[in-house]
């Protein structure tokens, strides 16, 4: 193909913002949070550890007790105990109690730089269906604190596995 460098990955449009109700809390994911989440996951790019794919990803998570959880990728030489940035926030939250959350912004790139959206793996996706109500978690996708989109879990994971499965 060529010029793949040049090609912008297209999203499909999606609201710009949503309301979670958790723990009977209602949390509004308007501009305001996802710009503040937006920059912590940015900041987060700078503790990434990626000495093998130098592809930097930042995550921050908004919890129910209104505290940023933040994370980044960390790889490993023996590649499969590689961490996720995504997983890594939500390890980092419930390890401090909280298991409810409403929304987690996601950026990465090569080398830190941001040219694209980054969706979560399908494996922190399943992460996010263990602990979130599809309908009512809202993931991040941006390039910058302006350019963004929110998307419901539920449109990400269509039919997901989630704890209830099991009941
Ligand atoms: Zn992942």
Known sequence: MGNEDKIQKELPACEKTGVATVNG?????????CRELIKEAM????????????????????GVDNKIYTGCNIE????????????????????????EFAAIAIVGGKEGKIENYCPPCGVCRQVMMEFCDPDQFYVILAKSEEDYWVYPLAEIMPMGFSPKDLK
């Open 25 to 33: 809390q209602v949390v509004a994911i308007n501009d305001r949070t």
């Open 43 to 62: 900041n987060m790019l700078n503790y990434s550890y990626t000495p093998y794919s130098n592809f930097k990803v930042g995550a921050a998570l908004l």
């Open 76 to 99: 490993n030489a023996s590649y499969t105990p590689t961490n996720c940035a995504e997983r890594t926030a939500f390890f980092k939250a419930v390890s401090n109690g909280v298991k």
